[in-house]
């Protein structure tokens, strides 16, 4: 079996594809001709604009049409560009999808696979200790014992401020499911820290305030979250689960030298149900805008390049070949490296695997009734401090 290992870009790459429809990518008029643009952000990297070069190259190949690269400077202009039928199509976060999605009517086409083997969500869950009144509950088989609501007054951990698994998700379910009350101003998502402080507040019960660390500090991240919940200093960690278990990750070894200092026995830790799954960052477009031929040959194009690797003298029929390897039809191309399907999946997905076909209801449903209860959380979205959405209607109008 032929295995090679992508290098994994660092780089942050958003891709928005405009077309001019004819020729190829489905106009009758095969005399027309055609023009893709493709829109992209990144750090100022020679290496990084040469790989954007090779995918926008390899694309005019696939579908015939000219395709030229256009510079963007945020995931709200992506957003504002899908809008305004000023692009087609564009890798985003999974954050700025649901705002697209919800309130622009914009459509999955892709989605990124995040693993080898093609994983594309996460589970968001919370984490208790066994023994807990809030781990009995769940355990003990009763369902007029609800460990979500022995939450209120215990002391909660989360990787840090706004994160998905560790804030907003849990949050936006115990605040959607009735759980807890927000409180604050709705239009201003700062109101969460006091919402959090109000419900988690340890302290009046002789326990500790919430743990919602800055970057880098004492029990921040994931491992920071189970660190927390391992060493006593909270009663609940929201962090991944189930096959991403966060507790798996750093203290399931079976030799214990390799776990992290703070953990405890694997059986010590008790998941709760899912809060939802988190999203792998997905490929957007404007079904008012794009016709469904165009969308289609586009989608076809990159999903073929899953089959494709780059080989460096390849043994195979009784010579070495060095090229893009197919590993369908075992051809190998003789065609630029920053062309062959794998690397331009490694430099422009956010892992580095690949896509799939998906669509908004199965890839981001879940997620985003979550985040849409969190109060403020679309206006901080929309504002300069994060996606700069709003300030990029004007813009692409």
Not at 62 to 68: H, K, R, S, T
Not at 165 to 187: E, H, Q, R
Request: proline content about 3%.
């Amino acid at each position: 079996m032929l295995e090679t290992k992508f290098a994994k870009s660092s780089l942050m790459i958003l891709l928005m594809v405009t077309t001019a429809m004819a020729g190829c990518i489905g106009s009758d008029d095969d005399s027309t001709s055609s023009t893709i643009n493709v829109a992209y952000y990144l750090a100022d990297d020679a290496s990084a604009n040469a790989d954007a070069q090779g995918m926008a190259d390899r694309l005019a190949s696939d579908l015939g049409v000219n395709v030229n690269l256009y510079d963007v400077s945020s995931e709200g202009m992506i957003i504002q560009a899908l809008r305004f039928g000023n692009a087609d199509i564009g890798f985003m976060e999974g954050g700025p999808a649901w705002i697209g999605w919800k309130q622009y009517g914009l459509s999955v086409l892709a989605v990124e696979t995040t693993t080898a083997e093609g994983a594309t969500h996460y589970n968001a869950s919370a984490w208790v200790l066994n023994g807990s009144d809030i781990a009995n509950a769940h355990l003990d088989g009763d369902d007029s014992t609800d460990p979500f609501a022995l939450m209120a007054g215990k002391t909660s951990c989360h990787t840090g401020w706004l994160k998905y698994a560790g804030m907003l998700m849990p949050m936006g379910y115990l605040i959607k499911n009735g759980y807890v009350t927000p409180v604050g101003d709705s239009t201003d998502v700062n109101s969460l820290r006091t919402t959090i402080d109000n419900h988690f507040d340890g302290s009046a019960s002789n326990g500790n305030p919430a743990s919602i660390p800055d970057s880098g500090a004492l029990y921040s991240g994931y491992s920071g979250a189970i660190e927390c919940l391992s060493e006593g200093y909270g009663d609940v960690a929201f962090a991944k689960g189930d096959d991403f278990s966060t507790v798996e990750k750093y203290c399931g070894a079976d030799n214990a030298s390799e776990n992290e200092a703070w953990c405890l026995a694997m059986d010590q830790y008790v998941q709760l149900p899912s809060f939802g799954q988190s999203p792998s960052h997905p490929v957007m477009y404007n079904p008012e805008k794009l016709d469904i031929h165009t969308r289609n040959a586009i989608l076809n194009a990159m999903l073929s390049w899953n089959d494709e690797m780059w080989v460096d003298n390849y043994p195979m029929g009784g010579q070495n070949y060095t090229g893009c390897y197919n590993t369908v039809t075992h051809q190998v191309a003789d065609i630029p490296m920053n062309q062959c399907g794998g690397e331009i999946l490694s430099s422009v997905t956010s892992k580095g695997y690949g896509l799939k076909a998906g669509n908004s209801q199965n890839h981001l449903a879940s997620y985003s009734d979550l985040l849409a209860s969190v109060p403020g959380l679309s206006e901080y979205y929309h504002s300069s401090d994060k996606y700069g959405i709003t300030d990029a209607e004007t813009s692409e109008q």
